[in-house]
């Protein structure tokens, strides 16, 4: 069964700081990956997405991950971080034949200003 | 960005009651999805749908029910709520790709907060 991991429950970071929640994934098949933010009683909004070929991959806001797959990590990174970043970052795995989605149990990032 | 439409954004209802949350989309996208979401937890799948007259229940086990009778409408019943029932529930729709072309990217609604005292 395909699972995804979020090491860290709670990230605090300064206002103009670099940035990288990490995001593990268990699948056996190609995965395709997802990491969505969620902004305080808000729904979730997609940052970026990798199905396949360049392993780094640009997304809205400012946001980047890499993919590797000898690590089994999909990294979220961000060299400067604003106050409006503050929100839940969730890691999401799927794959061609899955019918959902599985998500991390999310990371929560305060930006200290 | 997706268009995907809940309402209410919040509802606090007592023990009991029978409750509908609406889901629409105007992408005509085909697949629909409901997710729980327990706060500062993940998102679980409650329900999900392929097309019209087309749903099945996800992982997580829930005792709501769902309809898909129009492409763009996905409501979700409680018959009769209880406090175990409160949570966020979040509609998503994907459009779908084809194994050709990767998988299908899902855009979230901004979600329902329901409370049941």
């Known amino acids: 069964a395909q699972s995804v991991t979020q090491p860290d429950i709670h990230i605090t970071v300064s206002e103009g700081a670099s940035l990288e929640l990490r995001c593990n994934y268990s699948y056996g098949a190609t995965p395709y990956l997802f990491w969505y933010v969620q902004s305080p009683g808000q729904g979730l909004q997609l940052l970026l997405k990798y199905f396949s070929g360049d392993t780094l991959v640009q997304g809205i806001k400012g946001f980047e991950a890499e993919f590797k797959r000898s690590q089994s990590s999909f990294n979220l990174r961000k060299p400067s971080v604003h106050w409006s970043d503050a929100a839940e970052y969730f890691c999401a795995v799927t794959s061609g034949s899955a019918r959902q989605l599985t998500f991390g149990s999310g990371t929560q990032l305060t930006v200290l200003p | 960005e997706a268009d995907i439409y809940q309402t209410p954004r919040y509802l606090v209802i007592g023990t009991g009651k029978k409750i509908t949350l609406e889901c629409s989309q105007t992408?005509?996208?085909?697949?629909m999805y409901w997710y729980q979401q327990d706060p500062g937890m993940e998102l679980h799948l409650i329900h999900y749908?392929?097309?019209?007259?087309?749903?099945e229940k996800g992982d997580l086990s829930s005792e709501s029910t769902v309809s898909r009778i129009r492409t763009e409408h996905f409501p979700l019943t409680l018959e009769s709520a209880r406090p175990s029932h409160t949570s966020q529930y979040l509609c998503?729709?994907?459009?779908?790709?084809?194994?050709?072309?990767?998988?299908?990217?899902?855009?979230f609604g901004p979600g329902t907060r329901l409370t049941v005292l």
């Open positions: 998503a729709s994907s459009e779908y790709k084809g194994l050709a072309g990767g998988t299908d990217t899902q855009y």
């Open positions: 992408m005509g996208h085909d697949k």
């Open positions: 749908s392929y097309g019209v007259n087309s749903t």
